[in-house]
């Protein structure tokens, strides 16, 4: 029953299973969860969500690659999932203080998910320093590093758009 429940957790209820692409599918997951969390509690909660992940996930990351050779196996999703949200707080700040819908935040939203993919993938400095660590504390923690560069992309998008422009 434990493998089971990690397995769940991990792959992120399915969304992991989807092909191609897995790690795109979990973050694309990741926001409509993200989003509800923050209409639940605000800002607050969706970084409570985010740690919960990551402390749950690392947990479900190693009963689940447990006795295998592949420590980062690409149907586990949820540290995707963490570092999705962890991406969107500056969104769901935003929205808070604004006032208004975080839906009505939509270009921040989708550049918190253009920006932790690109950093996802493409694991320049501390986040592939993280994913070379081949463990499962590795696995959650280079998602972690990529979710905080992309907050801070969103808030200088941000910075740009109202501040310098003025949108």
Known sequence: ???????????????????????TWGSLAAIPAGLGLHVLGGPVLLAIGACVAFFVGWWATLV????????????????????QWIALIPVAIGATHSGASILALWPGILTAFAAFRFFDILKPGPVGMADRRHDAFGVMLDDVIAGILAAFVVMGAAWISHGLIGV
Do not use: C, N, Y
């Open 1 to 23: 029953m434990q493998k089971f429940i990690a397995r769940s957790i991990a792959v992120f209820f399915g969304a992991g299973l989807i092909r191609p692409a897995p790690g």
């Open 64 to 83: 689940s690659t447990h006795g295998q050779d592949d420590h980062d196996p690409s149907e586990i999703v949820i540290d995707e999932v963490a570092g």
